[in-house]
Antibody, heavy 113, light 112 residues
Framework: EVRLVESGGGLVQPGGSLRLSCAVS????????VSWVRQAPGKGLEWVSVIYSSGNTNYADSVKGRFTISRDNSKNTVFLQMNSLRDEDTAVYYCTSASWDDWGQGTLVTVSS | DVVMTQSPLSLPVTLGQPASISCRSGQSLVYSDGNTHLNWFQQRPGQSPRRLIHEVSKRDSGVPDRFSGSGSGTDFTLKISRVEAEDVGVYYC?????????FGQGTRLEIK
């Protein structure tokens, strides 16, 4: 059974930083790709970033240059480093597997002064 | 980016009646390998999204057979043959043929 567990969310001021973690079990992150998807309060789903088995990465234009996705193969964990946070980054952040049929429970990031 | 347009955005349905959600993409979702990477997700209140349908019409494991997907090219449909109370939530289409991946706005299904 595949399981993804996000952590690291919280309240941060505009311009601040936060690092999210996605601990994965049931599959090996270095053999597949993992995405981050976010959902602003009361809004729809927005794809944010992906890290491939090769280590290559891709980002939505809205976060490019501010967010960095990475992974630790020894911990089977994927990270999302978020810098220069803005009010509009407030959302629940989910990590999801390559097949899109496994999602974590999400972690809430609130950017507010 | 490929724009995904769902309709209706709100869908009140009587229990036991059918429901249908349309999803149109701004360009063809047929990939170079011939596959069409169009998925449907259900998000119940307070829960994470759950994939129901992948590759237009392939139902995921554990998904009731009252859910079905159809379509091709740029026009796709999710149908529920007989709506049950547990079907309340928001439904999203998502395309994974073109980068970046994009979602529809969501369709909120409620019981009349």
């Amino acid at each position: 059974e595949v399981r993804l567990v996000e952590s690291g969310g919280g309240l941060v001021q505009p311009g601040g930083s936060l690092r999210l973690s996605c601990a994965v079990s049931g599959l090996t992150v270095s053999h597949t790709y993992v995405s981050w998807v976010r959902q602003a309060p009361g809004k729809g789903l927005e794809w944010v970033s992906v890290i491939y088995s090769s280590g290559n990465t891709n980002y939505a234009d809205s976060v490019k240059g501010r967010f960095t996705i990475s992974r630790d193969n020894s911990k089977n964990t994927v990270f999302l480093q978020m810098n220069s946070l803005r009010d509009e980054d407030t959302a629940v952040y989910y990590c999801t597997s390559a097949s899109w049929d496994d999602w974590g429970q999400g972690t809430l990031v609130t950017v507010s002064s | 980016d490929v724009v995904m347009t769902q309709s209706p955005l709100s869908l009140p349905v009587t229990l036991g009646q059918p429901a249908s959600i349309s999803c149109r993409s701004g360009q063809s979702l047929v990939y170079s390998d011939g596959n069409t990477h169009l998925n449907w997700f259900q998000q119940r209140p307070g829960q994470s999204p759950r994939r129901l349908i992948h590759e237009v019409s392939k139902r995921d494991s554990g998904v009731p057979d009252r859910f079905s997907g159809s379509g091709s090219g740029t026009d796709f449909t999710l149908k529920i043959s007989r709506v049950e109370a547990e079907d309340v939530g928001v439904y999203y289409c998502m395309q994974a043929t073109h980068w970046p991946i994009t979602f529809g706005q969501g369709t909120r299904l409620e019981i009349k």
